[in-house]
Nanobody
Framework: QVQLVESGGGLVQAGGSLRLSCAAS????????MGWYRQAPGKQRELAAL???????NYADSVKGRFTISKDNAKNTVYLQMNSLKPEDTAVYYC???????????WGQGTQVTVSS
């Protein structure tokens, strides 16, 4: 099994920056990609950013140019650098490990990001 431990998040003013981290352990050989999803109150969980094992990235239109996903293979850790944050970025952010078939192998515990106006 895969285990994921998230860190980062918190409260920031609009225009500020935050960095989220997600450390993977366990059966990491089964992981094909890592993603950051977010869920705002009353809304569905949505993909914010994804990075494959080859380093290819994909972003939601709403975060393009502001968020950057990256990974440190030596540390089995994925990062989400969030700049120019907006109040609408307020959500619980979940790290995810994605298998070869696209199935979510594991969700992180979630971390709250709150952007004040």
């Amino acid at each position: 099994q895969v285990q994921l431990v998230e860190s980062g998040g918190g409260l920031v003013q609009a225009g500020g920056s935050l960095r989220l981290s997600c450390a993977a352990s366990g059966s990491i050989r089964n992981i094909n990609a890592m993603g950051w999803y977010r869920q705002a109150p009353g809304k569905q969980r949505e993909l914010a950013a994804l990075i494959t094992s080859e380093g290819n990235t994909n972003y939601a239109d709403s975060v393009k140019g502001r968020f950057t996903i990256s990974k440190d293979n030596a540390k089995n850790t994925v990062y989400l650098q969030m700049n120019s944050l907006k109040p609408e970025d307020t959500a619980v952010y979940y790290c995810s490990a994605v298998g070869l078939s696209g199935v979510i192998l594991r969700w992180g515990q979630g971390t709250q990001v709150t952007v004040s106006s």
